[in-house]
């Protein structure tokens, strides 16, 4: 898939431009790269040594991957700590609109990719449906959180079958930590489905 650089913005204090298009594409697609862009983000800042004794990956991977990820404008260096550079991860938000179905792609979603080796249903759904897919399944995702759609409709929205469904279901709620610590991705019954599901589809994407 190809993005269009337009659509693709730094939604930081700061606004600007995403300008390395292979580099997030990337991000969609290695999970390393992703866990690196993650790591950062949620420790606010943190220093190349800090990420080299974090990743799982070699000393020279992670500064290929700082520097990949700086020159692509995901990531900024923000102080120097006794002579180490401190990076800290830049927001944004690229919106792909594939037949009139809005979807975006945020760092929450870069996170869940972060894990796709360790869910094959992550892996699976980015690899069988594209990441258009993916993205609209993690906001259905969130809306099963809140009680507003069922698994079957999150599967009948997204053309997933309802097992891959399910799967994804309890994977995102394990990576999001979503719900509280007795809730867990329920089921359907065929009752629960409502078939007018593109007056509902509407209805998500509008909000």
Known sequence: MSYDTEHVRNTGDTPGMITGIPTFTELLENPSLAALYTSIKR????????????????????????????QAGLVSKVAEDTGTAVYTAEEFEL??????????????????????????????VLEDHGIVTFALAHDLVKEHSEGDVTIRQIASLTDLSPGIAYDLVEALYSILDL?????????????????????????LTDT
């Open 43 to 70: 420790s606010e800042s943190t220093t190349g040594p800090e990420l080299v004794e974090a990743m799982n990956v070699s000393k020279k991977t992670v500064y290929d991957y700082l520097h990949k990820l700086e």
């Open 95 to 124: 919106t792909l609109t594939v037949r009139e179905t809005e979807v975006s792609i945020t760092p929450e979603l870069i996170e869940v990719i972060a894990h796709k080796d360790e869910y094959p249903a992550i892996e699976r």
């Open 179 to 203: 719900g509280d610590s007795e809730s867990a991705p329920t089921t359907y019954t065929p009752g629960d489905f409502d078939e007018d599901d593109s007056d509902l589809l509407e209805e």
